[in-house]
Structures are given as C-alpha cells and as structure tokens.
C-alpha cells in the first residue's frame, strides 16, 4: 500500500508522484529505529498531504507561471509545468523542514501534551472536513478536466463550482477507467472485511489495480490515443541530500505549527490505541521526537511531510505485523521501485491514483456516524464535532483547525462557568452526603447547609460561586443587614422618652412562656457562633447594663431552623487563583457580619498548599475553620451549636 498511496497522495501535496515515493522511504527507514509504536505504518497521509498542498498551492499558484506559447506574439499563454513544480518541491521541502524542527523541539520540551487539545470530537469532525476537501480536489482527475486548483477560505466551493463549468469537457474513457478502479476497490474492500477471519492476508487490491491499470494503459495507448492522463515522467535513482531554501521559512512558519500539531496528534492517537490493544505503552515525547527526526532528516532528501496512515496501519496489524520490521519491509520496496523498475510507472493513469485516494476516504466518511451517537450523549462535544467540520470545510483546513480549536477551549470555559451546584443532605445513620434535591433519603441539618458546586474556583467564575452560594442557601448577608438596619431605624423611630414595655420570651422547665416587664432594655447580643448570647438573658430575666430604652415590641429568640453554619464542600475543586481565594475570604466576612460561620471541607493537600501560598488565612480566617471531610464538620458545627445552649438552659 506504501506504493500506490505514495503515488496518489503527492498529487495532494500538488508535487510529482516520484517525491511521494521518496516520502515513503526515508521517513519509514527512520522511524524503525527511533518510533516507540510497533504497530502504525508511518508515511504519507491524505490529511496532511492536502494541507501541505494548500499551502504550496497558495504560494505558488498556476497563475504565476504561464508564459507566452511558443510561435505566437504572446497573446496565446501555456503553463510552464516545470517551473511551476520546482518551486513548489522548494516550498514543501522548507514547510517539512519547519515541521520537522517544531516537532523535534517540543519532543525536547516535553510538550506532548499538546495533543490533548485537539480532543477526539475536534479530530473526527476535522478529519471529514478533510475527506471533503481531498474528495472534491480529485473531482478533476476523476473526470479529466483541466481547472484550476485553490486554497483558503471556501476553496471547496470554488473547486465545485470549476468543476461543474467544465463538465461537459469530461473525458469519457477517463471517467470510466475512474470508475471502474473504484467498483473493484470497494468490492475488494468488503471482501477484506466480510472474511478476514478466513483470509490469510488481505487481498492488495490498491497494488493489483496499479498494476493491471498501467499495463492496460500501455498496452492501449490511452495517453495517446484517448488524452488519459498519466503520471509521467519518474526518474529513476535517489536524489542527493540538499539544504531546503530558508528564504521561504517565513512565508510557511504559520502553516508549519499546524501541520505539526495535526500530524502528531494522528499519530499519537493510533499509537495509543494499538499499544492498550496489545498491552504496551508508547511515549507522546518519543513520538514526537521520532516524528521530528523523520520530517526534518528526510526533508534534506526532498520528501514531503508524514504521519501515520490508519488504513495501512490496520492492514499492517492484521496480517500479523509486530514490530516496525514490517514498515521496514515495506520501505525496501519502495526504494526497489524508485531505484530499478519506477520507469514502468510512467504510463499508470492518473484517473486510478484519484480512484485509490476516494476509496480511501470511505472510513473518514463513515464518521458522519459520529453526529446521532453524540446527539444522544453530549451535546457540546456535538457541537464541536460540528463546528470543526463547518469551519474546516468552508474555511480551509488551516483556518478551520483556528477555529475549531478555540471554540473546543470556549466550551471548557463555558462548562466551568455553567456548573451544577447543590446543597448536600445526610443519609441517616451514615457520613455519607448527597444532593437532597436528588436523593430523598437526605435530609438537611438543623441550621447548617452544605454547599457543593461541581468547579474550580478562579477569576471566571469566582462571582458565579458566590451568587450560586446565597441562592442555594438562601442566606445573603447583604438583604439580612439591610433587613437588620430597617428595623433598628423603624424602632427608634418608634420610641419615645417614656417607658415603654416590652415582651420578653421565658425559657422555663415547663416549656417557653411570655413575660411583660418594666422600663429595662431587651439587647440580644450574638457572638462569633450562631448562638445568641442567652448569658445575660438567663431565663427571662433582663440585664441593667443596657441604659437605652426599648420600644413596646416582641423580641422573639432566633427561630430554631435558622442557617447558623455553612460549610463549602472543597472535595471538586481543583484548584484556585487569587482572585477565588479573595472571593471565598469576603464571603466568610461576610456571613460572620450576620453570625453565621463558614467551614470548608474536603480540600485537597494540594489546594491547601495553594491556599497557603495566596495568603489565605490570617486573623479572620483561619486554618481552624478547615476540615478534612464533610461530617467532620457537621459533628463540628453541631457541638458548637450545643455548648451555648446548654450553658443557657443552666
């Protein structure tokens, strides 16, 4: 398969057929001794062939090379093939060679977690945005028509629209040798599928349809006699080593960070998946190492761009390759065919080459399977898989990965900033707490709410966490001051100089009774606990110390429900920057203005170390109010509740 993809895939990368064979050599030779992967077959890819196509195809277009014909006075043009290739084999061999040297450097760095941004959804949805565009790209070749080939924004639209101006140009026995290559391709195809447990080795349908097309079109003449179109030339032998040209790093330095990225990541993901099939492990660092290596060393010998193939990689597995002997292998064969028998090629259809790579596609386009089964599962991950498609397929793969990448980071923050909070219940009898709006076993604490919200706390959702707090428990310290200081003022406002009798509540053995006194003030003062200060009010008598005078009112003792401790459920939070650890510390000041104390519980060792490096704690908050579970706190809240109490009932 190394052969006839070779071939095929460098009319994507827009250079001649032979530097897809180089690009299936030297990579492969390399990647034996420096890949940790025994199971992916590195080479030519669609995906990355088409972007690198696009890039050259955009610095170097057909437009830039038409000179006047031969025997005219120069109204008649005709376009100079062979300038128009050398200059673009000069632009893709510096773009592999930029390639090669970011992925070498960040293999360096240990950056091989970059890969993880580029989330499976993301991947899927830009690589059926590929298959698009190479699909549309070989429309041409399909049908033997001339157009023009574009790149950038809505490229693929311009190639369709080209395409159908020039239909009735189609060249008929073009179009059914095409046709025929593809029926036989599929038919092989689900012959390999249907009965691979029975097949020893899958049949090689590409190599049988490369062989028998170009013997059929030498023997017929069809270049000659029917304008088929064909590979051409193929010279014969390797090529020395030379230096790329670095005048032109400049013009490919954007597009080379993102041919990169996309090839490890192909490449990673394969690799990971054939390693936990077969119970070993690769390394992301390594892979991209070894990546680097391949790009930059083979680009000295004029190749173009690589990662791993996934349809050669399953045929390589499954006819029981085990180590990367078998890439080897097959690297040797293709270095027979440039060296000794490339010239028999020459006559091979280019209509065939357009016939493997849309075959080859098939899997790509079964991904448009991925929409109903995320539509059932997450909806974000659908709309990513959507906009990495829409994106890349108007916008161009460039753009497109741009965009589909920043808006997987949007909806990170979006989740971050939309999420589900709660208040825990007990489960009685155990230290177990869950959502009491979800389980109805749980039941609440007298006086104390838990508060859980599945989130970090940071600058973008600090005030998120704060709002969510006071309307899950329902106590917002700002509206009970407010509440507080009407009161004071309608009381005073009340009073007058005379003596005023007030009501006073009567805790007694026999139960709670009223009692009217006589011109002594009623001051019901609180402490830091929750607890109202009963030690002056000792069984309904009143205190002289107060002088002021109270109105005739009822002063009535804090109900028994009422929230006299919160406690922030720490356990999901992962981590917190300056400005959560500033939001949480105003929050606890906060409640303590109206006597109610906040705990936290569940924080990790590492959150704690954060914390403690922010300056959290101090004289307001301090390390006391920490707990390493959530009914460690209760149990805590709860003795507190009762010492005070107790003391007054004495």
Not at 300 to 317: D, K
Request: proline share 4%.
């Amino acid at each position: 398969m190394e052969l006839p993809q070779g071939l095929a895939y460098a009319m994507l990368a827009a250079v001649p057929p032979v530097f897809g064979l180089y690009s299936s050599f030297y990579p492969v030779l390399l990647y034996t001794f420096f890949g940790t992967s025994r199971h992916i077959s590195i080479g030519t890819f669609a995906v990355i062939s088409l972007m690198m196509g696009g890039v050259v195809v955009r610095e170097a277009p057909d437009s830039m090379f038409y000179v006047p014909a031969n025997g005219t006075n120069g109204t008649e043009t005709r376009l100079d093939e062979e300038a128009r290739n050398t200059s673009r084999v000069q632009l893709i061999i510096a773009l592999t060679t930029l390639v090669g040297l970011i992925q070498l450097l960040l293999g360096v760095l240990r950056f091989g977690f970059v890969a993880i941004y580029l989330t499976e959804p993301l991947v899927r949805g830009f690589t059926t945005a590929a298959a698009v565009h190479v699909c549309v790209s070989q429309l041409k070749y399909l049908l033997g028509i001339k157009t023009d080939r574009y790149s950038g924004p809505l490229s693929v639209v311009r190639s369709v629209v080209a395409v159908l101006r020039n239909i009735r140009s189609t060249n008929l026995a073009t179009l059914l040798v095409g046709l025929l290559c593809m029926v036989f391709l599929f038919v092989v195809k689900e012959l390999n599928e249907r009965f691979k447990k029975r097949l020893p080795v899958p049949i090689p349908g590409e190599i049988i349809v490369v062989i028998v097309s170009t013997g059929i079109s030498y023997g017929m003449s069809l270049f000659q006699n029917y304008q088929v179109a064909v590979v051409g030339s193929i010279p014969s032998g390797l090529l020395p080593p030379a230096l790329p040209d670095h005048t032109l790093f400049s013009r490919v330095a954007m597009d080379s960070v993102a041919i990169a990225i996309v090839g490890f990541s192909m490449g990673i993901s394969l690799a990971k998946i054939f390693a936990l099939k077969h119970g070993y492990s690769v390394d992301g660092n390594q892979e991209l190492i070894a990546l680097g290596l391949c790009n930059f060393i083979s680009s000295f010998f004029q190749t173009f761009a690589i990662t791993c193939s996934m349809s050669r990689s399953l045929v390589q597995e499954s006819t029981g390759g085990k180590t990367q002997i078998a890439g080897l292998l097959a690297s040797l064969v293709v270095l027979l065919v440039v060296v000794a028998i490339g010239f028999m090629f020459e006559p091979l259809p280019q209509t065939v080459l357009a016939a493997i790579i849309m075959v080859n596609l098939q899997g790509m386009f079964k991904q448009f399977r991925d929409i109903p089964a995320l539509w059932k599962t997450s909806r974000i991950e659908l709309a990513i898989w959507i906009v990495a498609f829409v994106s890349s397929a108007l916008l161009g793969l460039d753009y497109g990965l741009m965009v589909s990448v920043s808006f997987a980071i949007l909806t990170v923050i979006y989740r971050t900033q939309s999420p589900k909070s709660m208040i825990l219940g007990q489960v009685p009898g155990t230290g177990l707490y869950y959502d009491v709006d979800k389980y109805e076993e749980c039941v609440e604490n007298s006086g104390i709410k838990i508060f859980h919200m599945n989130s970090a706390i940071y600058f973008a959702n600090s005030e998120l966490y704060v709002s969510a707090l006071m309307q899950k428990t329902g106590v917002d310290p700002t509206a009970l001051l407010q509440a507080r200081k009407s009161r004071e003022k309608r009381r005073r406002k009340n009073c007058g100089k005379e003596e005023r009798r007030s009501t006073v509540v009567k805790l007694g053995a026999d139960g709670v009774s009223h009692e009217v006194v006589d011109g002594s003030a009623v001051r019901l003062s609180v402490q830091c606990s929750p607890a109202v200060r009963l030690a002056e009010h000792v069984n309904g008598q009143v205190s002289d110390s107060e002088t002021e005078w109270a109105c005739e009112e009822t002063h009535f003792l804090e109900p028994e429900g009422a929230v006299h401790s919160i406690i922030l459920d720490f356990t999901p939070v992962s981590f917190i920057d300056s400005v959560g650890a500033k939001a949480i510390k105003s929050v606890v000041k906060e409640y303590a203005t109206v006597d109610v104390c906040v705990f936290i519980a569940g924080c990790s060792r590492t959150l704690l170390s954060q914390l403690k490096s922010l300056q959290f704690f101090g004289q307001v908050v301090t390390s006391d109010l920490v707990f390493p579970t959530i009914h460690d706190a209760v149990l805590h809240c709860q003795s507190r509740r009762s010492r005070p109490n107790a003391a007054a009932i004495q």
